[in-house]
């Protein structure tokens, strides 16, 4: 069974730092790994999608890695603001086709 | 386009009561998805519709029905609440199936069964 797993499970940084969140997954035999945002009592958005073919996808200020060998992605947001104060989840597709999720990550961003 | 709804946003259910949640999505899209959401557990598929016609279990799928009514609708039926069903339900969907398109998600709704 494909475990996903985020840490840290809280983040808090000034503004205009750089932020860095991790994934890590059991199983490296994915089709592929999403990265969402979830605001407080909302549902989820999402961010960015990486195929198991693709190493890194971009939008805007925000760029996804993924590393299937080690089993890694990482979503860097530049240049962080108050505005992107939420919860980041990631969630990696197996080969059974269910979605499994991190429990995501909580970001702050300080003014 | 109001993209993926769901009803009711609140419910509160007494044990063994029943209610259906319902969920619709005006983008045309051909697979919709049924997650519940607990806190440090991030979300868990309970069933999922690949395409109109077909519906199949998630990794939670024991107490819950559903129906894919039409393209548009999906909906998910507690038979027999129990508290362990006190959760945040998802409604979502994605163009195909999802190996390969992003999944749009509802606003959610908040059950607590008593």
């Known amino acids: 069974k494909q475990e996903v797993t985020q840490i840290p499970a809280a983040l808090s940084v000034p503004e205009g730092e750089n932020l860095v969140l991790n994934c890590s997954f059991t199983?490296?035999?994915?089709?592929?790994l999403q990265w969402f945002r979830q605001d407080p009592g909302k549902g989820l958005t999402s961010l960015l999608l990486i195929q198991s073919s693709q190493r890194e996808q971009t939008s805007g200020r925000l760029n996804a890695s993924l590393d299937k060998s080690s089993g890694r992605s990482t979503l860097y947001i530049a240049a962080s603001q108050p505005g992107d104060s939420a919860t980041y989840l990631c969630?990696?597709?197996?080969?059974?086709?269910?979605?499994?999720f991190g429990a995501g990550t909580t970001v702050t961003v300080r003014a | 386009n109001a993209g993926v709804t769901q009803t009711p946003k609140f419910q509160v259910l007494k044990t063994g009561q029943s209610m259906t949640l319902q969920c619709a999505q005006d983008m045309n899209h051909n697979s919709m998805y049924w997650y519940r959401q607990d806190p440090g557990m991030g979300l868990r598929l309970i069933y999922y519709?690949?395409?109109?016609?077909?519906?199949d279990k998630g990794e939670v799928p024991n107490g819950y029905n559903v129906s894919r009514l039409n393209k548009r609708e999906f909906s998910l039926r507690l038979e027999s609440a129990a508290p362990s069903q006190t959760s945040v339900y998802f409604c979502a969907s994605s163009e195909g199936f999802v190996t390969v398109y992003e999944q749009y998600f509802g606003p959610g709704t908040r059950l607590t069964v008593t």
């Open positions: 969630a990696a597709l197996p080969n059974d086709y269910k979605l499994s």
């Open positions: 199983d490296s035999a994915i089709y592929n």
């Open positions: 519709s690949a395409s109109e016609g077909t519906t």
